[in-house]
């Protein structure tokens, strides 16, 4: 596996990067990406081993619940490219699922798998087109470019235009695994496109968003500064994929498959990633009420009630997903779709809710406390100290590091980011009401139904 150092070395490869109207010639420096590259090569580092045959363990392919479960310990304790690296996964499991998949691209996605694992490489989901006038088709578009589509052929591969938006980690990570986003009808042939490129393939350009902070003084985004993962929009201008980096290739009827294979692992992930912020955001309402002195009050209580209920609920719901896994053709374990479809829209439905708790038991000085900076004023010091503090156990600096954290997690473009995240990422709403809806036993419930009828209606006689 690669040490730090190489990942690095690995990621100056001449990209086309581009970040608030510039180019970035190096994601490795300056602060604009910098949080996620130093996050990520932390992970290199962890799991760093100099043996040939060693590879990172989120490439393991789960056959079992305890498999699984290691996995999502992974994902918890690593950044987000051990949950998009997942992409891989998706190709297997859809192997797994698709005997059209596995006869024609089963080999060369196994021998994609070993090469990513071989070289230790993270890689980047996309599966969100551009997607123009909602309401229509890719082939109704004005625009045939709207879905990512093939343009050209040749005898050695594909030729590829079009653009996938909110690709997390996209500029820090070394492959890009591509999907259509949804099931293209007979007619859409070209958009029934399934590839892997490299980050920096010709044609391939990267136009960055990202949340690390742009002021000088780190203190006052104290997450931020070290856990901001960016997003990007990847356009494919005309890109050439060559045949054995093609896993699907104008085969309708499976073209979704990908879709929902990766939305099984994606939601997932986010859900270890949302249980593990909803315990941090007890924790910190909790710590903010002590240090205001609210701690003890009924309402406080009963909305730190709440979040640690949404906690618990997502917890309880993962590990009902572990124990229900399925176990597919070839070994593969899934977490259960019924499960996890339904936890994902619960999480993702009330994560909103647990903000407004956690901003109404902390107070206004969540956005407008004084800086660190402020404190340390040799002009304003004494008043920021005098007036922020509450009592001899807890001081001003105690309290600024409490507010400027809950900025930063709920309230400013990082919390913001994880808002808007966590209600759309691994699809909306409705994506998950869909594929509740399909994996409900409703013929179950329907007999339920009628027997309570029948039951209810003889007790009446
Ligand atoms: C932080 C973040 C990270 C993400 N990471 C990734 C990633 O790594 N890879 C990736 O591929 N994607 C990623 N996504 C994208 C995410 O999956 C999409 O945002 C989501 O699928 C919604 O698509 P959209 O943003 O285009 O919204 P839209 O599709 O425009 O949806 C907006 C609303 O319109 C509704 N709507 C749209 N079309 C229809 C229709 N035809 N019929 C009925 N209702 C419709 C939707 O249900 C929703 O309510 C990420 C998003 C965020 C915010």
Request: hydrophobic fraction near 40%; charge should be negative.
């Amino acid at each position: 596996v690669k040490s730090a150092d190489q990942y690095l070395q690995s990621i100056r490869d001449g990209r086309h990067v581009y970040l608030r109207g510039s180019r970035i010639r190096d994601v490795t420096v300056g602060e604009a990406f910098g949080p996620a590259v130093r996050r990520v090569a932390r992970g290199y580092e962890r799991y760093f081993r100099d043996e040939p045959e060693a590879w990172h363990p989120m490439y393991e392919v789960p056959s079992s619940p305890d498999m699984l479960r290691e996995r999502l310990h992974l994902v918890e304790d690593n950044d987000v490219t051990t949950a998009t690296s997942a992409a891989v996964l998706t190709l297997v499991t859809a192997c797994s699922r698709s005997e059209v998949i596995e006869d024609r691209y089963g080999d060369q996605i196994r021998a994609y798998m070993d090469w990513v694992r071989r070289e230790d490489l993270r890689v980047a989901e996309l599966i969100t087109d551009a997607k123009g006038d909602r309401s229509l088709p890719p082939s109704k578009q004005d625009d045939p470019d709207l879905y990512v589509r093939v343009v050209d052929r040749t005898e050695s591969g594909i030729v590829v235009r079009g653009a996938k938006f909110h690709v997390s980690a996209a500029p820090v990570v070394h492959e890009f695994v591509t999907m259509p986003t949804k099931r293209m009808k007979v007619g859409e042939e070209e958009y029934a496109t399934a590839f892997a490129v490299p980050a920096n393939a010709d044609g391939v350009r990267i136009i960055g968003s990202a949340q690390s902070p742009t002021e000088e003084d780190a203190r006052h985004f104290p997450a931020s500064a070290n856990l901001a993962m960016p997003e990007a929009m990847i356009v494919f201008d005309d890109v050439f994929v060559p045949y054995e980096r093609v896993f699907l290739d104008g085969e309708v009827a499976e073209s979704a498959l990908f879709a929902h294979s990766l939305g099984l692992w994606e939601r997932l992930s986010g859900l270890v990633d949302i249980a593990h912020r909803a315990d941090v955001l007890v924790g910190l309402a909790q710590l903010v009420a002590e240090a205001n002195g609210v701690a003890g009050i009924t309402h406080i209580k009963e909305k730190i009630a709440d979040i640690i209920i949404y906690s618990t609920m997502i917890r309880a719901g993962i590990e009902a997903s572990i124990n229900a896994a399925e176990e597919l053709p070839g070994g593969i374990c899934t977490p259960s779709e019924l499960y996890t479809n339904a936890l994902k829209y619960y999480a993702a439905a009330n994560y909103h809710i647990v903000l407004r708790n956690v901003q109404d038991v902390a107070g206004g000085s969540v956005v407008t406390a004084p800086t660190i900076g402020d404190l340390e004023h040799s002009e304003i010091g004494d008043y920021v100290a005098k007036y922020l503090r509450t009592s001899d156990d807890i001081d001003a600096r105690y309290r600024l590091s409490l507010f400027h954290l809950i900025r930063d997690l709920t309230a400013d473009a990082h919390g913001g980011k994880y808002m808007v995240g966590y209600l759309v990422g691994g699809g909306g709403l409705m994506a998950q009401q869909l594929v509740t809806r399909k994996h409900f036993d409703m013929e179950r419930a329907k007999r339920a139904a009628i027997l309570e009828g029948e039951l209810a209606a003889r007790s009446n006689s």
